[in-house]
């Protein structure tokens, strides 16, 4: 077995990530937005850490509010996961596009109903790093749904 050299810019494609959709209420709207770069960081307590770039209207939401939602989608959601991670909170209602009734959690946070499971978290940290915000949040709820889990790589959904 060889390796061959990698772009360090593109090589990261090779890294697999759950397909989450990460959930805000800012009191004015409910929104959310896929994000694939969403991993566990501490078991005790439960942390995870997302990373979100400003250029998002979730980004807009989540900047300054306290608690916020991850739902990691089951396999049969990829149209969720497109729709989520295309088109914007700005100009539409995407839990009204998908004909979606969002599961409304601890602190009104809501989850995308049908998500294989979906956590609250209240906000612990924020940094920017590079051109992302990585957003870490303690799970103080969570939510279990039944399925496999939707993943993604190689700028695909895992088969
Ligand atoms: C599979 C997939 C994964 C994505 N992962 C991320 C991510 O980890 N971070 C991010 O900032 N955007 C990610 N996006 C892009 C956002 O989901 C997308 O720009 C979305 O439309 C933003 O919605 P908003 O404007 O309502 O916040 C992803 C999109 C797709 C399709």
């Known amino acids: 077995m060889t390796f061959e050299p990698l772009d360090p810019g593109k090589a990261l494609s090779f890294l697999s990530h759950p397909v989450t959709i990460i959930t805000a209420n800012d009191g004015k709207q409910l929104n959310g937005m896929t994000a694939a770069w969403t991993t566990q960081i501490s078991i005790d307590p439960p942390i995870l850490c997302t990373s979100i770039s400003p250029l998002r209207h979730t980004w807009d939401m989540l ?24 088109k914007s909170g700005r100009d539409l209602d995407k839990f009204e596009l998908m004909n979606l009734e969002p599961f409304m959690a601890a602190h009104d946070v809501p989850l995308v109903p049908g998500s294989l499971a979906g956590f609250v978290c209240r906000k612990a940290h924020q940094t920017e790093q590079g051109d992302h ?11 279990q749904g039944e399925g496999k889990p939707l993943n993604w790589h190689r700028s695909k959904y895992l088969e």
Request: aromatic share 18%; glycine share 14%; hydrophobic share 45%.
């Open 133 to 143: 915000w990585a957003l870490f949040g303690e799970v103080i709820e969570a939510w």
């Open 63 to 86: 900047k300054d509010i306290e608690y916020f939602g991850v739902c990691q989608l089951a396999e049969g959601q990829e149209k969720i996961g497109m729709t989520f991670g295309t």
